[in-house]
């Protein structure tokens, strides 16, 4: 049974089933069956249309971002009509976008449970050829270990500063187009901006507390 918030994004081949609506309806139903009970809020339809062999679709990429603003999963009629590439369905995870398929329920916990068992036997073997290159050169005299309990260096925190500052910019950059719309609409006050991301539901870029003014004013700073 269906719980949560969802994006549903549905998919076409060609302009001419498009512009007809052919398969679109089938995708449709299926979407609506699936959330047939339960306690969902369909926020969003997208409509692609885009051939499955490619995976730089605009369309699935405004998906995925209002997923990520509304921490909403994102709803699908069919696995195929996302992608047949296992790889980007890794990226959709690594992305933090869950994602469900109408025919194959399952199939969100099955794909990623089958690529992790992929990547660990990846990882095991690496780390083989790892520990049988360590001792090879032991066995030469080459002097391997170093200090485990070193501080982090300068040019380490640097690093995870960067990091941090990037993850910030990238939610800010999934609000722009939300927040700019409101501001277009007369919502110039960071306050007011503030009660309209709350009575949108759009959680915070920490995902904890309601939206508040100076919350706002950290993402505008951020999008210019």
């Keep these: 049974m269906a719980q949560g ?7 076409v081949s060609t302009a001419k ?13 299926a979407v609506e069956d699936y959330l047939n009970g339960g306690q969902w809020t ?23 971002r209002l997923c990520r603003i509304h921490g909403a999963s994102l709803v699908i009629a069919k696995l195929d009509r996302l992608s047949r590439d296992a790889a980007f369905l890794m990226k959709l995870q690594n992305d933090g976008v869950k994602f469900v398929a109408a025919d194959m329920p399952e199939a969100n916990h099955m794909v990623v449970g089958i690529l992790a068992v992929v990547a660990q036997a990846e990882r095991e073997m690496i780390s083989a050829r790892t520990k ?3 001792a090879a050169a032991k066995a030469r005299g080459v ?3 170093g200090d485990r309990g070193a501080a982090l260096s300068d040019e380490v925190r640097a690093k995870g500063r960067a990091h941090r500052t990037a993850q910030a910019n990238a939610k800010a950059a999934d609000l722009r187009e939300t927040i700019k719309a409101l501001e277009a609409g007369g919502l110039t006050s960071l306050s007011r901006l503030a009660r309209a991301l709350n009575a949108r539901g759009i ?22």
Excluded: C, H, M, N
Aim: avoid cysteine; hydrophobic fraction near 35%.
């Design 203 to 224: 959680p915070t870029p920490s995902g904890r507390g309601s939206w508040q003014a100076v919350q706002v004013g950290r993402v505008l700073s951020r999008i210019g």
């Design 17 to 29: 089933q498009g512009a007809s609506g052919l398969g679109l309806e089938a995708q449709r139903k």
């Design 132 to 134: 049988a290159a360590l």
């Design 143 to 145: 002097k391997l270990g």
């Design 5 to 11: 918030k969802f994006i549903s994004y549905l998919r």
């Design 42 to 64: 369909l926020i969003e339809e997208v409509i692609e249309v885009e051939s499955g062999k490619r995976s730089d679709r605009p369309k699935l990429t405004e998906a995925l």
